[in-house]
C-alpha cells in the first residue's frame, strides 16, 4: 500500500506498480512483478490542485459555516431578546390583574346574601369580566408583537446569510 501511495504522491511521474495476491490470500503492491500472478495496476494522478488551494478553500468553507451558525445563534437571540422585552412586562401586567380578580373574589365571598348583596356582587362580577377581558387583550396583543418580531428576526438572518454566501463565493472567485 506504500508503495502505491508513493506513487500517488510523485504526481506527474510515471511509476509502474504490480499487484499480486499471494497464496495466503494477502495482497501485495510492488514496482516490479512480485509472483507470476503480478498484475499491472494503472496508477492514477491526484487532482492537479495544490494543497495550498485545498486548504484555503477548507478555511473558507469552515468560515462560513462559522458565519452561517453565527446568524442562526444571533437569531436565536435576537427572538430571545424581543420575546423578553414584550411578554415579560405582559408577565407582570397579567400578575396584577390576577391579584385584582382575586381581591374581588375574596369580596363576592364576604358579599351579603339580600337585595343590596346581590346587586354588590352583580357589580363586582362585571369588574372580574372586564379584568379578564384586559387580560385577554393584553396577551393576545403580546402574542402579536411576539410573532412580528421573530419575523423581523428571521429577515435578519436571511439577510445575513445572503450576505455571508455572496462574500464567499466573491472570495473564491478571486
Known sequence: MGVVALALAAG???AQVYKCV???GATE???TPCGENAREVEVRSPPTTSAEDGSSRNRQAIAQSTALSSAGIAERNCVQRAEADILGPSNRRAAAYQQQINALNAQLARADNDLAGAT?????RSQIAGIQQAMATDRSSANAQV?????????ARRTREDEI???TESAASL
Do not use: F, H
Request: glycine residues 8%; aromatic residues 4%; contains cysteine.
Open 12 to 14: 506527474g511521474a510515471q
Open 22 to 24: 499471494r497464496a495466503n
Open 29 to 31: 503492491y510492488a514496482q
Open 120 to 124: 354588590s356582587q352583580s357589580g363586582i
Open 147 to 155: 410573532v412580528v418580531a421573530r419575523q423581523e428576526c428571521a429577515t
Open 165 to 167: 454566501r455572496r462574500q
